[in-house]
């Protein structure tokens, strides 16, 4: 029986440039964090199966030809058998011969009991997943190659979003992203082969690795209150349609704030960081109360509102609604009287640290 090493991919969370990041060519920043998905791959004769205990099941497949074949396709799973699949349809187009397998999901990105922390856990899944059956089939990728299949994977299973998560669970660290053409990858899905479309360079997309400042120190703080970030993206596109100018205002808005913010990762300069942090927060803020959809929930207020304690800036990290929130503070403050005001509100720092990837 072969048995191939365990892969993993870590979790994410974005730091700035949420909603607008969805838009061809717009910027973001995120940063890959020390939690992750780990996927295993055992060879098989008889079937193939999937098992998580992140999704509470296992799932039992068979081949006809080269497809997988599923007693019930109405199932937890979709994101890690899109991945197979796509993965599986690129190795057939290097000359692999297809086979049945075991793969064993595990899961660090929520809790013990089953709390979600947003931390981006359908994108390391997928990532994981690639990474195994590429290794699995002996394929010879790069971060580039995989960044793009769970791309695609991903993307057909949502449907929306930047692709933003994937690319921090791909390359790891501190990332700039801005998006790719999604409308010109549709295009291309139905006139090349995937093969030819992962080899292609695809319109406006940049994976930028970042290094922050020495004296930057990232906290993390949970509101205890899970978000659904498909829905709230898909309410701010209602609203792109609805107010097709002041949503171009945002985009601008957002593309010049990353930009400075970007250029302050490059120069090492903390200050010009968090300044535009505050910059991207009202900016999300003025997108809210435009739209009516709630990014910046209560809880998230308080705890930006507690940041200015210890001389801090913070914001919310992702689409908002709840999950997460970041702080970015000089790691020579004192991070206690912060803290204290997050213990009485009930916001749970994570202890979390941004995860780098080798080559």
Same mark, same amino acid.
């Given at each position: 029986?072969?048995?191939?090493?365990?892969?993993?991919?870590?979790?994410?969370l974005?730091?700035?440039?949420?909603?607008?990041?969805? /838009?061809?060519?717009?910027?973001?920043?995120?940063?890959a964090?020390?939690?992750?998905?780990?996927?295993?791959i055992?060879?098989?004769?008889?079937?193939?199966?999937?098992?998580?205990?992140?999704?509470?099941?296992?799932?039992?497949?068979?081949?006809?030809?080269?497809?997988m074949?599923? #007693?019930?396709?109405?199932?937890?799973?979709?994101?890690?058998?899109?991945?197979i699949?796509?993965? /599986?349809?690129?190795a057939?187009?290097?000359?692999?011969?297809?086979?049945?397998?075991?793969?064993? $999901? #595990?899961?660090?990105?929520? !809790?013990?009991?089953?709390?979600? &922390?947003?931390?981006?856990?359908?994108?390391?899944?997928? $990532?994981?997943? $690639?990474?195994?059956?590429?290794?699995?089939?002996?394929?010879?990728?790069?971060?580039?190659?995989?960044?793009?299949?769970?791309?695609i994977?991903?993307l057909?299973?949502?449907?929306?979003?930047s692709?933003? #998560?994937?690319?921090?669970?791909? &390359?790891?660290?501190?990332?700039?992203?801005?998006?790719?053409?999604?409308e010109?990858?549709?295009?291309?899905?139905?006139?090349?082969?995937?093969?030819?479309?992962?080899?292609?360079?695809?319109?406006?997309?940049?994976?930028?690795?970042?290094?922050?400042?020495?004296?930057?120190?990232?906290?993390i703080?949970w509101?205890g209150?899970?978000?659904?970030?498909?829905?709230?993206?898909?309410?701010?596109?209602q609203?792109?349609?609805?107010?097709?100018?002041?949503?171009?205002?945002?985009?601008?808005? !957002?593309?010049?704030?990353l930009?400075?913010?970007i250029?302050?990762?490059?120069?090492?300069?903390?200050?010009?960081?968090?300044?535009?942090?505050?910059?991207?927060?009202?900016?999300?803020?003025?997108?809210?109360?435009?739209?009516?959809?709630?990014? /910046?929930t209560p809880?998230?207020?308080?705890m930006?509102?507690?940041?200015?304690?210890?001389?801090a800036?913070?914001?919310? !990290?992702?689409?908002?609604?709840?999950d997460?929130?970041?702080?970015?503070?000089?790691?020579?403050?004192?991070?206690?009287?912060?803290?204290?005001?997050?213990?009485?509100?009930?916001? /749970?720092?994570?202890?979390?640290?941004?995860?780098?990837?080798e080559?």
């Open positions: 029986m072969t048995i191939l090493p365990t892969v993993r991919a870590p979790g994410k974005f730091i700035a440039g949420e909603y607008a990041v969805v /838009e061809t060519g717009m910027p973001a920043i995120l940063v964090l020390d939690r992750f998905v780990t996927v295993s055992t060879a098989s004769k008889d079937y193939g199966s999937i098992i998580s205990k992140q999704y509470q099941g296992k799932l039992i497949w068979q081949r006809e030809g080269n497809k074949v599923f #007693d019930n396709r109405d199932n937890p799973f979709q994101y890690i058998l899109t991945a699949q796509l993965t /599986e349809e690129y057939q187009q290097q000359n692999a011969q297809l086979k049945l397998f075991h793969l064993r $999901v #595990d899961s660090q990105l929520d !809790s013990a009991d089953g709390k979600k &922390y947003g931390l981006g856990s359908s994108a390391a899944v997928t $990532v994981a997943t $690639v990474k195994a059956v590429c290794q699995f089939y002996h394929l010879n990728v790069n971060k580039e190659i995989i960044f793009k299949i769970a791309a994977a991903h057909n299973v949502q449907q929306n979003g692709l933003g #998560d994937i690319a921090a669970s791909v &390359y790891g660290g501190w990332i700039a992203y801005h998006t790719f053409d999604k010109w990858l549709k295009f291309q899905e139905n006139n090349v082969t995937l093969s030819e479309l992962v080899h292609m360079p695809w319109p406006s997309l940049s994976v930028q690795q970042l290094t922050p400042p020495p004296e930057l120190q990232l906290v703080g509101t209150s899970p978000a659904s970030t498909s829905h709230l993206v898909d309410r701010i596109e609203f792109k349609h609805r107010q097709v100018q002041q949503y171009q205002a945002f985009l601008t808005a !957002s593309k010049q704030c930009n400075r913010m250029a302050g990762f490059i120069q090492h300069n903390l200050t010009v960081i968090q300044k535009e942090i505050t910059i991207n927060r009202q900016l999300l803020q003025h997108l809210a109360a435009l739209s009516g959809v709630s990014i /910046e809880l998230l207020t308080a930006c509102q507690s940041a200015h304690i210890i001389n800036v913070a914001k919310t !990290s992702g689409a908002g609604g709840g997460c929130g970041i702080v970015i503070a000089n790691k020579h403050q004192d991070l206690q009287p912060m803290l204290t005001m997050w213990q009485k509100d009930g916001i /749970e720092q994570l202890p979390l640290h941004v995860q780098r990837i080559e």
